[in-house]
C-alpha cells in the first residue's frame, strides 16, 4: 500500500500554473527521489505537502486518509517534515535552540528545561550519528554547511514518518553528504519515507528506490531507479536531449598573469596560499568542504581581513573591501556562497539586482537613466537566457536557476576581468548547469581569469584547467591535465603528503 498517493494536483499563482495535474505515489520504506529542471513544479509540491502552501484542486492521501494540512504544524502533527533548501533558522539562537524551537522541553514553572533540551539533542545526534557538532554553539558562528546539518536536525527531531529532503546535500561537502545519503536509507530501513530531491545523478542512484520526474508542473514519468540510464532521465527532465552537459575542454590560457597571491592567510582557516591565476584560465578550487575555501575567495574579494602579497594584472593591490576589489575592467567579482542571503535581494526586481553594483553608470546629476538601464538589463537578460515574465518581476520569484543566472549577470555587469565563482551550480538543474558551465568557458576565452571552487568533484574534472586542493587551509596540491582525477583530488585533500 502507498503511503503516500497524490491525483490531479494543481495550483495556480494568478496566471502562472505551478502545478497541472500531478501525480505521485511513495511507499513506506523506501527512498523516492523527485527530479525536474528548477521550475518543474517540485517545490510549489513539497510546500504543499509540507502544509506551506494549499493546493487548488486534486486530492492527497497519506497512509489511507484524505490529507489536507493548513499550515506547517498540521503537516508535522501528520508526519510530515521538510528540510527545503532555503533554511528556517534563527541566527541569534543556538543550535539546540533553533532544533526544539517552539517544541522545547518545559520544567513545571513552564520555563524551558535546558538540561532536557540538551539530552534529546545529544540523543537526536546519536541516533542519526551527526557530525561532530556543539549543541551551544550560535547560528551565526556557523558555516552555511553547518547550518544545514542543523535544519536537517530541526526536520528529524519531529520524527516523521515522511522526510522530505529538498537539494538537502547541495551546501554540504562530500563527507557530510555522504552521511545525509546514509540517513535517506536508515529512514527507509525504520519503515518510514524519505523523499529525495536533488540535481546531482550520483546521488541519486547511490540512494533511490524509485524516482518520478516533473516538468511543467506536470508528472511525465515514474521509474524504478536501477531501470532507467541517465540520458533518459535528463531527457525526460527537460524535454530534449541534452547534447552535453559538460563543454568542450579548449586551451584558452595566455602567458599573462592576471593574479599573483603568495603567502595569503585569512582568519583560522585560510593559511599561506601560494599560487597564479591566468589571463583565460579556470583554476579550480577543490578539497573538502571547511578546509579554507572560503576563506580564500572572501579574502581575494576583500570581505575578510587577510595578511600576504596580491597582485592583479601585475599591480600590487590589498583588497579591504569589496568595493576595492570591484574596480572595473581591472577588478574582482565574486559570485558568492549563497545566493539569497549573500547575492540578491529578494523583494526587489531582475533589472534592480542586475544593476545594483553599478547603478552609477546610470546616474546622471543625482537621477537615473532609466532608458540606458533598461537597454542594458535586457541585453543580460537575453544574453543569460532568464527566464522572467518582465525584468520588474522580483528576484525571489524566480526558480533557483534563474535566480543564480542573475547573479552571474550582476557580476559580468560591474566588467570585473577575474571572476571568483563559489560552488556557482549549488541547487540548480541540469539544463541550467550545463549553460553555466559553457558560460565559464566561453568566459575564460574571452579573456576572463576565473577561480572556480566547485563541492561536486567531476565539476572541477571536467570544467577546470588546473586545480588547487587545499587541506587543512592550505594547498596540499596542484594538478593539472589528466593528474585532474576524482580519486587524485579526494586523495590529496584527505592524504598527509607534501604539495
Known amino acids: 500500500m502507498e503511503l503516500i498517493d497524490v491525483k490531479d494536483l494543481s495550483k495556480r499563482f494568478g496566471g ?33 505537502l509540507s502544509g ?23 503537516a508535522q502533527s501528520l508526519g510530515i517534515a521538510a528540510v527545503f533548501q532555503e533554511l ?13 524551537f517552539r517544541h522545547e522541553p518545559l520544567t513545571w514553572f513552564g520555563t524551558t528545561c535546558r538540561k532536557r533540551m540538551r539530552a534529546a539533542t545529544l540523543e537526536l545526534f546519536d541516533r542519526y550519528h551527526f557530525p561532530a557538532i556543539r549543541p551551544d554553539r550560535e547560528l551565526r558562528h556557523m558555516t552555511l554547511a553547518e547550518r544545514q546539518i542543523v535544519e536537517i536536525a530541526k526536520a528529524l527531531a519531529k520524527n516523521p514518518r515522511i522526510l522530505i529532503l529538498d537539494e538537502a546535500t547541495s551546501a554540504l561537502p562530500a563527507i557530510e553528504a555522504d552521511w545525509l545519503l546514509k540517513l ?115 579574502a581575494l574579494f576583500g570581505a575578510a581581513p587577510s595578511k600576504g602579497d596580491m597582485k592583479l594584472w601585475g599591480k600590487p593591490v590589498s583588497p579591504s573591501s569589496p568595493r576595492d ?14 545566493r539569497r542571503g549573500q547575492g540578491l535581494l529578494l523583494p526587489k ?8 553594483s553599478v547603478i552609477r553608470r546610470f546616474s546622471r546629476g543625482g537621477l ?19 527566464k522572467a515574465d518582465t525584468p520588474d518581476q522580483p528576484v525571489g520569484t524566480l526558480s533557483g536557476g534563474n535566480q543564480q543566472k542573475v547573479v552571474f549577470g550582476k557580476m559580468l555587469l560591474t566588467e570585473a576581468r577575474v571572476l571568483l565563482l563559489y560552488d556557482p551550480t549549488r541547487g540548480v538543474d541540469v539544463g541550467t548547469k550545463g549553460e553555466i558551465f559553457r558560460l565559464i568557458r566561453d568566459l575564460a576565452a574571452k579573456g576572463y581569469a576565473i577561480l572556480f571552487y ?32 576524482e580519486e587524485a583530488i579526494l586523495s590529496a585533500a584527505v592524504l598527509d603528503k607534501a604539495a
Do not use: C
Not at 501525480?23 to 527530479?35: I, K, Q
Not at 537615473?368 to 532568464?386: N, Y
Open 88 to 100: 528556517s533558522l534563527i541566527p541569534d539562537l543556538t543550535v539546540e535552540e533553533n532544533i526544539w
Open 349 to 356: 526586481s531582475v533589472s534592480e539586482n542586475l544593476t545594483l
Open 52 to 74: 506551506a502552501l494549499r493546493y487548488d484542486s486534486g486530492a492527497i492521501h497519506v497512509g489511507g486518509s484524505e490529507y489536507r494540512p493548513q499550515n506547517p504544524d498540521a
Open 16 to 48: 502562472i500554473i505551478a502545478l497541472s495535474d500531478a501525480t505521485f505515489s511513495a511507499r513506506a520504506g523506501e527512498v523516492h527521489a523527485l527530479l525536474g529542471e528548477n521550475g518543474a513544479g517540485k517545490s510549489t509540491f513539497i510546500q504543499i
Open 184 to 298: 535517506s536509507r536508515q529512514i527507509a530501513e525504520e519503515g518510514r519515507l524519505s523523499i529525495f530531491i536533488s540535481h546531482r545523478m550520483g546521488e541519486v542512484r547511490a540512494v533511490a528506490d524509485r524516482l518520478t520526474i516533473f516538468r511543467n508542473g506536470s508528472t511525465v514519468a515514474v521509474h524504478e531507479a536501477k531501470a532507467v540510464s541517465d540520458d533518459q532521465i535528463v531527457t525526460e527532465m527537460i524535454g530534449r536531449q541534452l547534447d552535453r552537459l559538460y563543454p568542450v575542454r579548449t586551451a584558452s590560457r595566455t602567458e599573462r598573469l592576471a593574479l599573483e597571491v603568495r603567502g595569503l592567510s585569512s582568519g583560522h582557516r585560510l593559511r599561506d596560499a601560494t599560487f597564479a591565476l591566468y589571463e583565460g584560465e579556470v583554476l579550480g578550487v577543490g578539497g573538502l568542504q571547511g578546509h579554507g575555501q572560503r576563506e580564500l575567495l572572501q
Open 454 to 485: 566547485s563541492s561536486d568533484l567531476p565539476e572541477l574534472v571536467h570544467v577546470a584547467d588546473r586545480v588547487l586542493v587545499l587541506r587543512e587551509g592550505a594547498i596540499a596540491a596542484t594538478l593539472s591535465g589528466d593528474e585532474i582525477t
Open 325 to 338: 576589489a570591484l574596480t572595473g575592467r581591472d577588478g574582482i567579482a565574486l559570485v558568492p556562497e549563497d
Open 368 to 386: 537615473l537613466d532609466k532608458q540606458q538601464e533598461a537597454g542594458l538589463v535586457r541585453e543580460m537578460v537575453d544574453f543569460l537566457r532568464i
